[in-house]
């Protein structure tokens, strides 16, 4: 579970965040929708512990993560917006890589690689070298590297970004996996669609604050609209900086 409450930064005189309370329960994708700008990243990397917010604070499984960074990240598994992949090596030694950076060793790294690559369904470009890897292929090994410690959490800022129409349905069943294992999936995004058809909880930013949240479903049912994009433009007043 991550939690927010009351977070705040400022960059010189840019007021990122304004007082961010939210909650990303276990079991559900939380999908955090808000134009350029509105503090996305900036409450994603208060969460993980990179930046020190002003005020309030932000938890993950109750721990607190400007107090205690290393275990807030030990429960989280961030995918990266860029898979910058060595081509010399095999997914497998990649993802092997990453376990041994959370500090597991022998046969429980071992077992640890040879089970995400199982979940992910690796298991016949495991021991080939990442060169020439398909996107979704490369995808794969991103995810696989971000959860290879099972974390309860999983952080992906813009996660469609730059994916092929291939790469991202694969990217859905996946997150739809972990969410059945009860994991607490959290994801910014300024693309409508994509939250409306993926998340559970929609937590609706602007300015660096809280402007609506629920579920799809609840945001069209409190604005009397059909579609989650007129709702959207009803809490807010405009859909500048959102992309369909
Ligand atoms: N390192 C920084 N120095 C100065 N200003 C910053 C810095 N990082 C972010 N900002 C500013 O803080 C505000 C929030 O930025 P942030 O990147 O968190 O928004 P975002 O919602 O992720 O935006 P986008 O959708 O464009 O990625 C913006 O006005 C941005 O210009």
């Known amino acids: 579970m991550i939690k927010t409450e ?25 999908g955090l929708l808000g134009p350029n700008g509105a503090g996305k990243t900036t409450c994603l990397r208060s969460i993980y512990g990179l930046i020190k917010a002003d005020a309030g604070y932000a938890e993950v499984d109750q721990v607190n993560a400007a107090e205690n960074p290393l275990e807030v990240r030990r429960r989280i598994g961030i995918f990266p917006d860029k898979f910058g992949l060595q081509e010399r090596l095999t997914a497998r030694e990649h993802v092997a890589y990453f376990a041994a950076l959370h500090g597991l060793q022998g046969q429980a790294l071992k077992a640890a690689v040879d089970r995400v690559i199982a ?21 794969k090994v991103a995810l696989a590297q971000a959860i290879v410690h099972q974390p309860q959490n ?31 999936i959290l994801f910014s995004s300024h693309v409508m669609q994509e939250v409306a058809a993926l998340c559970d909880h929609v937590v609706i930013m602007v300015a660096g604050q809280v402007k609506a949240e629920g579920s ?29």
């Open 154 to 184: 999983l952080i992906l800022d813009e996660p469609s970004r730059g994916l092929d129409v291939m790469s991202t349905r694969i990217l859905r069943q996946l997150l739809y996996r972990l969410r059945e294992q009860g994991r607490c």
């Open 119 to 139: 979940d992910l369904d690796m298991q016949e470009i495991a021991d080939r070298r990442t060169a020439g890897f398909s996107q979704g292929q490369r995808m």
């Open 216 to 244: 799809p479903q609840a945001l069209c049912e409190r604005t009397g609209k059909a579609s989650f994009e007129d709702a959207f433009v009803t809490l807010i007043g405009t859909e500048e900086g959102i992309m369909l």
């Open 6 to 30: 009351g977070l705040a930064k400022a960059y010189k005189d840019v007021q990122a965040l304004n007082g961010l309370s939210f909650t990303a329960d276990d079991g559900q994708i939380t």
